[in-house]
């Protein structure tokens, strides 16, 4: 069965190259072109990773991306951010978006983050499905849900998979890139600053600030579950 994508973009030169590139890559593509459709557009295809330009007509990328997390969808969110604007790479994952490419991009980049994105969120799924405790928290991962005394919380699948990789080694000191190859993928061509801003947005929902006491920083290396949280 094939991979099923939505593509939403307004710009019909990048759309018809994208739509062609990934059903040449053996993909079914769905596309949309207008912001207010996109939501809907989302509950006819059932895609399993979703391309999302932030600059649309009629809504924003953020205000869907905000709209379908809340919904409870845990495809994977590919967000299509303009050069240079760090604040939108920001906003959208602390809005629940998986990863983001920069414009203009190049073709092998955003293809090798795709299947990177799909590689993943299907493992974080089809692995352990047992739920697992990280201090004070429990964390399912049927349901990308973190339950604790104050509530629940929604998790990306970046997110969750972090959480399980921090869970499975306790204690131990893991590098960023060691992080960024086990959650993104060998081919992930981004920065450390996707993995700095996802731990930040795990802190906040964990309540792990001012200073961290489960997710610690190892200033020059990377990060580590402190031993008696796992």
């Known amino acids: 069965m094939k991979t099923k994508l939505l593509i939403v973009e307004d710009d019909p030169h990048i759309l018809l190259g994208l739509e062609e590139i990934l059903r040449g890559e053996g993909h079914e593509v769905h596309t949309c072109t207008s912001g207010g459709d996109a939501v809907g557009a989302v509950k006819r295809a059932h895609p399993d990773l979703i391309v999302l330009d932030v600059m649309l007509p009629g809504k924003s990328g953020f205000d869907i991306c905000r709209e379908l997390r809340s919904s409870g969808l845990r495809s994977p969110i590919l967000m299509l951010t303009a050069k240079g604007q760090e604040i939108d790479k920001v906003i959208g994952l602390d809005l629940g978006a998986d990863d983001y490419v920069t414009k203009p991009f190049g073709v092998r980049e955003l293809v090798a983050r795709i299947k990177a994105l799909l590689?993943?969120?299907?493992?974080?799924?089809?692995?352990?499905?047992?739920?697992?405790?990280?201090?004070?928290?429990?964390?399912?991962?049927?349901?990308?849900?973190?339950?604790?005394?104050?509530?629940?919380?929604?998790?990306?699948?970046?997110?969750?998979?972090?959480?399980?990789?921090?869970?499975?080694?306790?204690?131990?000191?893991?590098?960023?890139?060691?992080?960024?190859?086990?959650?993104?993928?060998?081919?992930?061509?981004?920065?450390?600053?996707?993995?700095?801003?996802?731990i930040a947005q795990l802190r906040r929902k964990l309540g792990d600030t001012s200073p961290p006491r489960l997710l610690l920083t190892v200033h020059g290396v990377g990060y580590r579950l402190a031993a008696s949280a796992g």
């Not at 629940?152 to 131990?172: I, N, V």
């Open 119 to 198: 590689r993943r969120s299907g493992s974080s799924t089809s692995g352990n499905g047992d739920s697992f405790s990280v201090g004070d928290w429990t964390v399912n991962p049927r349901t990308f849900e973190l339950s604790g005394a104050n509530g629940t919380d929604s998790l990306t699948a970046k997110e969750l998979r972090l959480l399980q990789y921090f869970h499975k080694h306790p204690g131990e000191v893991l590098s960023r890139d060691q992080l960024l190859n086990e959650v993104w993928g060998c081919g992930y061509f981004g920065t450390t600053r996707t993995l700095d801003q996802v």
